[in-house]
């Protein structure tokens, strides 16, 4: 038996709770997982109160991240003893997730725990961190550089903000830190970030073209707060969109894209290849000082999980849940 929080649905309404499984209700999968820590993320709160219909499959356990030690492997790339990690993929949406002590998944959506980490570290880090890393090196890629000015955060406190200003500030960058929550400067400035800005100033309709204030964007919440982004890069910069935490919708123009050259790089985290997930963690395993993970992530226990999704969507919280299943 293991203990993992399930989602359930019937005519009544959703359900969730903890519950006691056997092995045996596991999912298919060609690798099986003791696990050690999972995470609670923006989709895994929307899951656990029901406040958007991201479970498509019931019953369903919860989180998109994991990290935990194989047990069992008929996939090539694993044995019994490694320590893996897993990050999207469906998993909490179509396929069990992380919120359990047990999980069976297919072994080609899972990547090795880094060395730099420990297991706890990783889940600090989670999807969020890791789809931070994927902002700045699709940045990196397309030639950002420090020398050409401020790089905007948007969402700062949040997971992927906490850690993109992390990784910006050790690579060398100015990082201007867009926040609703005045009272979190001094913790976004303790992770980097030399200018905190409020997000008022980008949250409502603006100019097609304004000043050019940003060498890139790492931009969390959509809408307005990123059409104002495009409109405030600097001509031939880029701004890596990986969220929606303002909304779905984008009431921009071309202006910023045909005038001034800037280029909209959209992020997925969920399917990337695994050669993106694996450069990816190189990069946080380099350039993410593990000291600055002391600061983003707080750890719960399992018991403790959907309590904290609630509070999670209620904008209660900073950084980065960390769940140990086993507490």
Same mark, same amino acid.
């Given at each position: 038996?293991?203990?993992?929080?399930?989602?359930?649905?019937?005519?009544?309404?959703?359900?969730?709770?903890?519950?006691?499984?056997?092995?045996?209700?596991?999912?298919?999968?060609?690798? $099986?997982?003791?696990?050690?820590?999972?995470?609670?993320?923006?989709?895994?709160?929307?899951?656990?109160?029901?406040?958007? &219909?991201? !479970?498509?499959?019931?019953?369903?356990?919860? #989180?998109?991240?994991?990290?935990? $030690?194989? $047990?069992?492997?008929? %996939?090539?790339?694993?044995?019994?003893?490694?320590?893996?990690?897993?990050?999207?993929?469906?998993?909490?949406? !179509? %396929?069990?997730?992380?919120?359990?002590?047990?999980?069976?998944?297919?072994?080609?959506?899972?990547?090795?725990?880094? *060395?730099?980490?420990?297991?706890?570290? *990783?889940? *600090?880090?989670? @999807?969020?961190?890791?789809?931070?890393?994927? =902002?700045?090196?699709?940045?990196?890629?397309?030639?950002?550089?420090?020398?050409?000015?401020?790089?905007?955060? @948007? #969402?700062? $406190?949040?997971? !992927?903000?906490?850690?993109?200003?992390?990784?910006?500030?050790?690579?060398?960058?100015?990082?201007?830190?867009?926040?609703?929550?005045?009272?979190?400067?001094?913790?976004?400035?303790?992770?980097?970030?030399?200018?905190?800005?409020?997000?008022?100033?980008?949250?409502?309709?603006?100019? &097609?073209?304004?000043?050019?204030?940003?060498?890139?964007?790492?931009?969390?919440?959509?809408?307005?707060?990123?059409?104002?982004? =495009?409109?405030?890069?600097?001509?031939?910069?880029?701004? *890596?969109? =990986?969220?929606?935490?303002?909304?779905?919708?984008?009431?921009?123009?071309?202006? &910023?894209?045909?005038? /001034?050259?800037?280029?909209?790089?959209?992020?997925?985290?969920?399917?990337? &290849?695994?050669?993106? /997930?694996?450069?990816?963690?190189?990069?946080?395993?380099?350039?993410?000082?593990?000291?600055?993970?002391?600061?983003?992530?707080?750890?719960?226990?399992?018991?403790?999980?959907?309590?904290?999704?609630?509070?999670?969507?209620?904008?209660?919280?900073?950084?980065?849940?960390?769940?140990?299943?086993?507490?």
């Amino acid at each position: 038996m293991f203990s993992a929080i399930v989602i359930d649905k019937t005519e009544e309404g959703q359900s969730v709770g903890l519950q006691q499984l056997d092995e045996s209700a596991l999912p298919e999968g060609d690798v $099986t997982i003791d696990v050690a820590f999972s995470t609670l993320n923006f989709k895994d709160g929307l899951a656990i109160t029901g406040s958007s &219909p991201v !479970v498509r499959k019931f019953p369903m356990v919860p #989180g998109i991240d994991l990290v935990g $030690t194989v $047990t069992e492997s008929s %996939h090539a790339d694993w044995k019994a003893g490694d320590t893996v990690v897993l990050n999207g993929w469906g998993v909490g949406e !179509v %396929h069990w997730g992380g919120l359990a002590q047990k999980a069976r998944l297919k072994g080609d959506w899972l990547v090795p725990l880094p *060395a730099a980490f420990t297991p706890a570290q *990783a889940m *600090a880090i989670g @999807t969020a961190g890791y789809t931070a890393a994927l =902002c700045i090196d699709a940045l990196a890629d397309w030639g950002v550089t420090p020398d050409q000015g401020e790089v905007l955060v @948007t #969402g700062a $406190t949040g997971g !992927v903000g906490s850690v993109a200003i992390a990784i910006l500030k050790k690579l060398g960058f100015s990082v201007a830190a867009l926040t609703g929550k005045a009272a979190e400067a001094d913790y976004l400035k303790a992770l980097g970030a030399e200018t905190v800005i409020d997000r008022a100033e980008l949250s409502e309709k603006g100019k &097609p073209l304004q000043k050019e204030r940003w060498a890139g964007v790492v931009d969390t919440a959509g809408s307005f707060t990123l059409a104002n982004a =495009c409109a405030q890069t600097k001509y031939g910069g880029a701004v *890596a969109a =990986c969220g929606l935490a303002q909304g779905a919708d984008l009431p921009a123009t071309v202006m &910023p894209f045909i005038l /001034r050259g800037v280029a909209l790089l959209g992020i997925d985290s969920v399917m990337a &290849p695994k050669a993106k /997930r694996l450069k990816a963690w190189d990069r946080l395993a380099r350039d993410l000082d593990p000291a600055a993970l002391e600061t983003i992530g707080q750890t719960i226990g399992l018991g403790e999980a959907v309590e904290a999704a609630r509070k999670f969507m209620s904008g209660e919280v900073k950084g980065r849940y960390i769940v140990d299943v086993n507490a």
